[in-house]
């Protein structure tokens, strides 16, 4: 049993009649979707959002995990998958999870279709199950999600990125979503809205620091990953690990480097110059020490909690988060 399934044995039954409550919400009459549905379905990743949902569920709950959370696992990993099936369109992205992605295995106008179906059906449920706190705390977060992809856009090849922007993206396109996740598990299990504050807090700097460790990852060995190495660079995103390196530049240096991500595209041989100055002027490092205060922040507020199964599967998914190598 790996890491992530020691933590998530807790929730083992639950995540079970999730599956088929999830599956069921996705349900269609045609084949064609249905066969676009089950593919994006088998494709999905760790399951980190409906896990952070059902932990905190739990802790907040004195009668088990129930269909609320469910409904708002589904939510969130619907309007996370659909956006996605989105994304890989707008990136032109081959694989995802080491499958062809929506648009490879059909075409474009697929993919976005079968986005858009997936938020319809994801929030159809939703409003027939008569639970509108639990709609309602999910769906304020939609607006941030597509934000934080818009300014992540348009700072491409940007040289005015800095760590204010960043962390600014971060939050909106990974973080906010962890945080709605670990959110509206308290609220699913009758939290009121000061101590579902709290939970929300956990899952923001969880995000955060997900999202660090990703593109720390990104500067990795294809091999270790699975994803190609420096895609960010070659997408002329920069990230955390490059911004410090760059915040210790005198400005002759800063420019240099800037221009060398600038011709990334049309230079690719580049790419490998830009990775190297990160990696040995101690980007990496600065980076993951970002991530460990983020990670330090959510396990303060998990140490407030009492014990139980829960908690502690909350606090190894903090150490997990961290060490992931893919």
Not at 91 to 96: A, F, H, K, Q
Not at 245 to 274: F, M, Q, W
């Amino acid at each position: 049993m790996d890491r992530l399934e020691t933590i998530k044995k807790p929730l083992a039954d639950d995540f079970r009649e999730y599956e088929r409550f999830m599956r069921g919400a996705l349900r269609s009459e045609s084949g064609y979707v249905s066969e676009i549905m089950e593919y994006i379905i088998s494709s999905r990743g760790k399951g980190i959002r409906p896990m952070l949902v059902f932990l905190c569920a739990g802790i907040h709950s004195r009668v088990g995990i129930g269909k609320r959370a469910y409904l708002a696992a589904m939510l969130i990993e619907m309007i996370h998958n659909a956006s996605l099936v989105h994304d890989d369109v707008v990136d032109c992205s081959d694989t995802r999870h080491g499958k062809p992605t929506v648009h490879n295995r059909w075409n474009a106008k697929v993919s976005v279709l079968a986005g858009d179906y997936i938020l319809a059906k994801a929030f159809t449920v939703g409003m027939q199950s008569a639970q509108f706190d639990i709609v309602s705390y999910v769906t304020n977060g939609i607006s941030e999600l597509a934000e934080g992809e818009l300014i992540q856009n348009d700072n491409h090849f940007r040289h005015d990125i800095d760590r204010e922007k960043y962390f600014e993206v971060i939050f909106k396109k990974t973080a906010m979503l962890l945080g709605i996740s670990c959110g509206v598990g308290a609220l699913a299990s009758g939290a009121n809205m000061t101590v579902t504050g709290i939970a929300r807090q956990i899952g923001l700097n969880l995000g955060m620091a997900f999202q660090i460790k990703d593109d720390l990852l990104d500067y990795a060995p294809q091999e270790q990953t699975g994803k190609s190495s420096c895609a960010d660079l070659k997408e002329g995103k920069i990230t955390l690990p490059l911004i410090a390196v760059l915040e210790a530049c005198d400005d002759d240096e800063r420019a240099a480097i800037l221009a060398k991500v600038e011709r990334v595209a049309s230079e690719p041989e580049l790419v490998a110059e830009i990775a190297e100055v990160v990696r040995s002027r101690g980007g990496m490092e600065a980076a993951e020490a970002v991530m460990h205060d983020y990670l330090d922040r959510a396990r303060g507020i998990i140490d407030t909690y009492p014990d139980s199964e829960y908690k502690r599967s909350l606090a190894e998914l903090c150490d997990y988060i961290g060490a992931r190598e893919y």
